[in-house]
């Protein structure tokens, strides 16, 4: 028997509520339904972010530096940074160099005797605000060279929308998770209706979850060296 040669299957937010509803042994009739389904869409995103590195949220980007200037502000959907380089000479094929910056936490940053002190920077504190995220750098950048920052930054999944036909920023192996989520948390809701399935779609909920989290990893080769001090 002959087989599509198409692999386009994909659930749009519509769709996945009316999955997660019947698999409650519920049907999504009224606009509250799919309005309080959306809701609770949003939360789990939320939650993923939580859970861990979403490796399609990575994403990468580029800032020059002022000379003068520690602190920096980007974009308020930043959930953390993962990577910062120091770029010198942007842009020349022959010259450009990356150095990593070293990241440090609030404490060591607030140890620095001169936080003005100026000249290439080597390290950087993250301050993680409710609407913004910052980067203080250390030293201050001087003005003896063009300095960049390229950095890789993990963004917020996007929000569902108000539209039943948007498709939700998910990858498309990660529809198993999304729906056995959904109906876990459509199920919360409505407790009388569901009984005793509660319990099986929380099960059904953490299994599709992990099995596509362990997908969503880095599979490059990590190799550990072993180093031996003399003193």
């Not at 869409?41 to 580029?62: A, C, F, H, S, V």
């Not at 099986?200 to 992990?210: R, W």
Request: aromatic share 12%; glycine share 6%; charged share 25%.
């Amino acid at each position: 028997m002959a087989t599509t040669t198409t692999n386009t299957f994909n659930l749009d937010i519509g769709d996945i509520v009316d999955e997660a509803f019947e698999r409650c042994g519920l049907e999504a009739r009224t606009g509250y339904d799919y309005k309080t389904a959306r809701r609770s869409l949003d939360l789990m995103m939320l939650e993923w972010q939580n859970r861990g590195l979403n490796l399609w949220t990575i994403e990468n980007g580029t800032t020059t530096l002022t000379a003068g200037t520690s602190e920096y502000t980007f974009d308020a959907d930043t959930v953390d940074f993962l990577e910062v380089h120091l770029r010198l000479d942007s842009g020349d094929s022959s010259n450009q160099t990356d150095y990593e910056l070293r990241r440090v936490s609030v404490s060591e940053y607030a140890d620095l005797p001169n936080k003005l002190l100026e000249g290439r920077p080597v390290q950087y504190w993250a301050e993680r605000l409710t609407s913004s995220y910052k980067i203080h750098l250390y030293p201050v950048p001087d003005s003896a060279e063009t300095y960049n920052i390229n950095y890789y930054r993990i963004r917020q999944i996007y929000d569902s929308g108000d539209l039943g036909s948007y498709n939700i920023d998910v990858p498309k192996l990660f529809l198993p998770s999304l729906v056995a989520g959904l109906a876990y948390y459509v199920g919360m809701k409505y407790p009388e209706a569901v009984g005793n399935r509660l319990a099986v779609l929380k099960q059904e909920y953490m299994e599709q979850f992990d099995l596509a989290a362990e997908e969503n990893r880095v599979k490059a080769p990590f190799r550990f060296v072993p180093w031996i001090s003399s003193v």
